[in-house]
């Protein structure tokens, strides 16, 4: 399990504004999810989409969960473009603390995009950085393949 954080419904933030404990910007939701802006966006219109019932990680969900954040998440960047004006966005999910998350609820990010918005995420400083030696890849395939 990626998440050592302890999070339950009790102490859990999004659990609280999912159960309208905490007040939110609530854009949408269905019987499995909820969405809502984001109080420190990347760009205006940053939406966030959870599970109403609570797990910390991609690994702590069903299929079925996932794909019903998928749905709404959906449905909601049609939603903020149309209102936004964007032509493009990103749907980020950061699963683990290494990975950035701080809300140990899992979530979608929904991330308007714009030419000019100055919102880096930087592939190629990241593919200079993460560069495979000869015949590695087949060795890291290899070992991903015995867990699947």
């Known amino acids: 399990m990626i998440n050592d954080e302890v999070s339950t419904m009790d102490n859990c933030i999004?659990?609280?504004i999912v159960a309208g404990q905490i007040p939110s910007a609530k854009v949408y939701e269905d019987h499995e999810t909820f969405a809502f802006?984001?109080?420190?966006?990347?760009?205006?219109?940053?939406?966030?989409?959870?599970?109403?019932k609570h797990?910390?990680?991609v690994e702590e969900a069903a299929p079925e969960a996932?794909?019903?954040m998928m749905r709404a998440a959906k449905k909601v960047a049609r939603?903020?473009?149309?209102?936004q004006g964007n032509t493009a966005y990103n749907i980020v999910v950061n699963n683990g603390r290494?990975?950035?998350?701080?809300?140990?609820?899992l979530h979608l990010h929904v991330i308007p995009r714009y030419a000019d918005?100055?919102?880096?995420?930087?592939?190629?400083?990241?593919?200079?950085?993460a560069k495979y030696a000869s015949g590695e890849i087949e060795q890291v395939r290899l070992a991903i393949g015995k867990f699947l």
């Open 79 to 83: 939603a903020i473009s149309s209102a």
């Open 117 to 129: 918005d100055e919102l880096v995420i930087d592939w190629e400083r990241a593919k200079r950085r």
């Open 55 to 57: 797990m910390a990680t």
């Open 98 to 105: 290494e990975a950035g998350q701080i809300v140990f609820h």
């Open 14 to 16: 999004f659990c609280k």
């Open 37 to 52: 802006l984001d109080i420190a966006p990347a760009n205006k219109g940053h939406c966030l989409v959870v599970p109403k």
């Open 66 to 68: 996932l794909a019903a």
